[in-house]
């Protein structure tokens, strides 16, 4: 059983950063795109980034474009975020994703299969 397990959430002002770990279990192959979700109260799921194990061309939400950066350790079965520049709109609780396919990235909540338990951000203005 795949399990997601997110670190590294806290509260912030406004521009500065903070960087959100996850650690997956069970991986059985490289065939596997992680992705970083977000939900304010209130509001739907956001995607906000994704990447490939394989394939190292991530994907990034319009909201984070050139503030957040996703990366992967696949021999560490991580994938982190760097968020920079954060601002009172950040403010979420964020959600580690996984899904048993390397490509096409999946850029919707609905077609990841495993999820971590969430670690909340927030940011002051």
């Known amino acids: 059983q795949v399990q997601l397990v997110e670190s590294g959430g806290g509260m912030v002002q406004a521009g500065g950063s903070l960087r959100l770990s996850c650690t997956a279990s069970?991986?059985?192959?490289?065939?596997?795109?992680m992705g970083w979700f977000r939900q304010a109260p209130g509001k739907e799921r956001e995607f906000v980034a994704a990447v490939s194990w394989s394939i190292n061309v991530p994907k990034y939400g319009e909201s984070v474009k050139g503030r957040f950066t996703i990366s992967r350790d696949s021999a560490k079965n991580s994938v982190f975020l760097q968020m920079n520049s954060l601002k009172p709109e950040d403010t979420a609780n964020y959600y580690c994703?996984?899904?048993?396919?390397?490509?096409?990235?999946?850029?919707?909540?609905?077609?990841?299969?495993?999820w971590g338990q969430g670690t909340q951000v927030t940011v002051s203005s």
């Open positions: 069970a991986l059985t192959n490289s065939r596997w795109t």
């Open positions: 994703a996984g899904r048993p396919i390397s490509w096409p990235l999946g850029l919707t909540a609905n077609v990841y299969d495993y």
